[in-house]
């Protein structure tokens, strides 16, 4: 299969003021956001990018926008990729929300979380690692199991990816960290997926790039004795 890039979108003005921005409309990114956009042109200068999913939300729009621009690419629009609905909670300053009882499940037991009005993060999760791994298996087929694609989306969209993808349950999500603009990468095999990067936040990513095994084996069988095969 293909190989992920799963992009967290930039800064957001919403990240700078402490305002869970969820899926209200007109959230862009900061100055430091933008500048962090710019550099993906560099970040992923070594990697030859197949094809972009994205949330539709703007603040990933405009995180890939240079991106795109460089590859003269387009960006598919995923709406199950999209942020958290967090209904009632949405547009509240994050310190506002501390006192309240569900923020102790959220931390705690996130599968049994769900938002007021909103959804429940257990859907989150699987309806994000759906649309990954359809949209993983229609990259590999057109562009061939090498293929390596952007998805850009939000921090906990992605850990909840990222979350299935360790095996873990997702009680235990809350211990990964997704930087905004941070870089994970996971590549799908038939029967499991490798984590090869997480919460990359700057350096050469040519690694990620994937090269013939030196000797036939299966391609879901993980390298013995802790080689990468690079």
């Not at 949405?90 to 102790?104: N, Q, S």
Request: some cysteine; overall charge negative.
């Amino acid at each position: 299969m293909a190989t992920v890039i799963l992009l967290r979108h930039a800064r957001s003005t919403a990240n700078g003021s402490g305002v869970l921005a969820g899926r209200s409309l007109g959230v862009g990114l900061d100055e430091r956001g933008r500048a962090q956009a710019a550099a993906l042109v560099s970040r992923l200068k070594d990697v030859p990018v197949s094809a972009v999913v994205s949330s539709p939300l703007q603040r990933c729009e405009e995180t890939l926008a240079p991106l795109l621009a460089d590859r003269s690419l387009e960006a598919v629009a995923e709406p199950d990729l999209s942020e958290v609905d967090y209904g009632a909670w949405t547009g509240k300053a994050l310190k506002d929300l501390y006192d309240e009882p569900l923020w102790a499940v959220v931390q705690q037991h996130p599968s049994a979380a769900v938002f007021p009005d909103g959804e429940g993060l257990a859907h989150v999760q699987a309806r994000a690692v759906a649309a990954v791994r359809a949209h993983d298996a229609r990259i590999s087929e057109e562009h061939g199991p090498g293929a390596v694609w952007v998805l850009c989306s939000h921090g906990d969209v992605i850990k909840a990816v990222l979350a299935d993808a360790l095996g873990v349950h997702l009680d235990g999500f809350q211990r990964i960290v997704v930087d905004p603009c941070s870089i994970s990468v996971v590549q799908y095999t038939q029967t499991r997926p490798f984590v090869l990067r997480s919460n990359d936040n700057g350096g050469d990513l040519s690694g990620v790039v994937p090269v013939a095994p030196p000797q036939e084996a299966p391609s879901s069988d993980a390298t013995v004795g802790g080689a990468t095969g690079i």
